[in-house]
């Protein structure tokens, strides 16, 4: 049987803790940022009106539902 100390007993229960809460914290972030990187992947402002629509479509240039101009396709960033 492997003799070890309390002292040692209670780091390894530490850092294997840490660790396990690490690890899920750092998979539920990268988890999140992808489910919101894909909610927004076809959301487009408008540059003239600032009207917010969803264009599912591969077009380069979507138009506007509102007021009719066309839209470079560019990334959209939440505040
Ligand atoms: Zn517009």
């Not at 990187?37 to 009207?51: E, G, M, Q, S, T």
């Amino acid at each position: 049987m492997i003799r070890v100390s309390l002292s040692v007993l209670i780091f390894i229960y530490l850092a294997v803790f840490l660790a396990v809460v690490f690890t899920l914290w750092i998979g539920l972030e990268w988890s999140r940022q992808r489910r919101e990187r894909r909610a927004v992947r076809h959301r487009i402002r408008c540059v003239l009106c600032a009207f917010e629509f969803e264009d599912p479509s591969e077009d380069p240039l979507p138009r506007c539902p509102r007021c009719g101009s066309l839209n470079e396709r560019e990334r959209f960033r939440m505040l």
